[in-house]
């Protein structure tokens, strides 16, 4: 096991470094090109709720123009934050763990204005919205996720997703998958 995570870093590595080497330029026709593909695909054509990750100002695909189509055609949205909470019962506990919540966002004011920035760069939705109430939660939306966009720094060639390590989207399609396993996902990535 020790050797998968040893050959998964030296990999992340090397695609983090060849990633950012592309020029501004291209990242942008990728995302260009992969929003419009997302945007024809059936699965979000039939979807209704969606969740789309919300792109890192690195080498990632943009998926801001895919946020403001979803909300545009009236799909309810729902984008990560993330979360430090205790972990244990124990409330003397001091360590802590961070989760990803998938939250509401309702419009385009929203994505555009109400949106802070954490410690990755990476934008995200307070727990509630500017007037106290709290955000619904994916996990909490009537009849679940249609589709879940999230992101991928490298894929093998039978489709596994290879993320950047820190195990937050596999743990959520874990825990996602129990009420709802029905839930198409889709991953994104530049090439």
């Keep these: 096991?020790?050797?998968?995570?040893?050959?998964?870093?030296?990999?992340?590595?090397?695609?983090?470094?060849?990633?950012?080497?592309?020029?501004?330029?291209?990242?942008?026709?990728?995302?260009?090109?992969?929003?419009?593909r997302v945007l024809s695909h059936s699965h979000f054509q039939r979807a209704a709720t969606v969740s789309i990750y919300l792109s890192?100002?690195?080498?990632?695909?943009?998926?801001?123009?895919?946020c403001r189509a979803a909300l545009h055609s009236g799909k309810r949205l729902y984008v990560p934050r993330f979360s430090t909470l205790?972990?244990?019962?124990?409330?003397?506990?001091?360590?802590?763990?961070?989760?990803m919540l998938m939250l509401r966002v309702y419009d385009t004011h929203e994505l555009d204005h109400a949106l802070t920035v954490n410690k990755w760069a990476i934008a995200e939705p307070a727990l509630a919205r500017a007037?106290?109430?709290?955000?619904?939660?994916?996990?909490?939306?009537?009849?679940?996720?249609?589709?879940?966009?999230?992101?991928?720094?490298?894929?093998?060639?039978?489709?596994?997703?290879?993320?950047?390590?820190?195990?937050?989207y596999d743990r959520h399609l874990a825990h996602y998958a129990t009420p709802y396993p029905a839930t198409a996902t889709t991953s994104l990535c530049t090439a």
């Design 131 to 168: 007037d106290g109430t709290p955000r619904e939660n994916a996990l909490d939306a009537p009849g679940g996720l249609d589709l879940i966009v999230l992101p991928g720094l490298a894929f093998d060639r039978q489709g596994w997703r290879l993320g950047q390590g820190k195990g937050y």
């Design 1 to 36: 096991m020790a050797a998968v995570r040893g050959a998964k870093a030296t990999l992340r590595r090397d695609v983090r470094q060849a990633l950012a080497a592309l020029p501004r330029a291209e990242i942008d026709a990728q995302s260009s090109a992969v929003t419009e």
């Design 86 to 99: 205790a972990s244990g019962a124990d409330a003397r506990e001091t360590h802590s763990f961070t989760e």
């Design 56 to 66: 890192a100002p690195s080498a990632e695909i943009d998926t801001w123009a895919l």
